[in-house]
């Protein structure tokens, strides 16, 4: 039995065609690998592959938060400016509250790479307990966003947004997080942080 609190994740890959199994999806691996060595905690994924179809994300987005009891949801994929990517736009539908600074610092870590960054929609909501962030598509970014970057020695350059994930998740009424501060460091004011367990 581990001395860390279980937590409930959401992952959810958005795409016409690896739902259609036309081609192999890589964006449940790649969140399940990141989470799986970013968290200390037991986590019992919840896992959906689904087409670009904004009725279908949002009640995917309702069902993780609400029946299956999600404190964190993590979409990949949907977030560009073509027609079919319509992952904020179904995020948005089922928001108590919109949570801009987590689009804002992934678009900034995506920019140290590549221009096209500015034409990324990535946004983040909260419903209920639930933290929902829409990742962008590819698993090499999926890590940079969440984790940020290092520079040779491995001293953050820029914070990913997953420091921020945790402290989020206490403030709503979620489970603690701990994490492996090897791959991302939580961030939180020392009037909420908890001694390790035993």
Same mark, same amino acid.
């Given at each position: $039995? #581990? ?11 958005? &795409?016409?065609?690896? #739902?259609?199994?036309?081609?192999? %999806? ?11 060595? !970013? ?9 959906? @592959?689904?087409? %670009?179809?904004?009725? =279908?994300? /949002? ?36 928001? %108590?509250?919109? $949570? *801009?600074?987590?689009?804002?610092? $992934? ?6 790479? +590549? ?6 929609? =990535? ?6 307990? /639930? ?6 598509? =590819?698993?090499?970014?999926? !890590? ?6 290092? %520079? ?5 350059? $820029? ?5 921020? +994930? *945790?402290?989020?998740?206490? @403030? ?9 501060? !090897? ?7 020392? &009037? ?7």
């Amino acid at each position: $039995m #581990s001395a860390y609190d279980p937590v409930t994740i959401g992952i959810v890959s958005i &795409s016409d065609r690896a #739902s259609q199994g036309i081609y192999e %999806d890589k964006g449940l691996p790649a969140l399940r690998d990141w989470l799986g060595r !970013a968290l200390k905690n037991p986590i019992i994924f919840v896992e959906r @592959l689904i087409p %670009d179809e904004r009725e =279908q994300i /949002s009640a995917t987005l309702i069902e993780l938060a609400d029946q299956a009891g999600c404190s964190l949801i993590l979409t990949t994929g949907g977030t560009g400016p073509a027609a079919r990517d319509v992952t904020p736009e179904a995020t948005l539908a089922v928001a %108590d509250k919109e $949570m *801009p600074g987590f689009g804002e610092q $992934m678009r900034q870590i995506s920019l140290r790479f +590549v221009p096209t960054a500015i034409l990324s929609r =990535q946004v983040a909501v909260i419903r209920g307990r /639930s933290l929902i962030i829409n990742l962008p598509g =590819q698993p090499k970014s999926i !890590a940079e966003t969440l984790e940020g970057l290092r %520079d040779g020695d491995g001293k953050p350059v $820029m914070h990913g947004i997953f420091a921020a +994930v *945790p402290y989020c998740i206490d @403030l709503i009424g979620g489970p603690y997080l701990e994490t492996n501060e !090897a791959v991302c460091a939580a961030f939180r004011p020392k &009037s909420a942080l908890r001694p390790a367990p035993n």
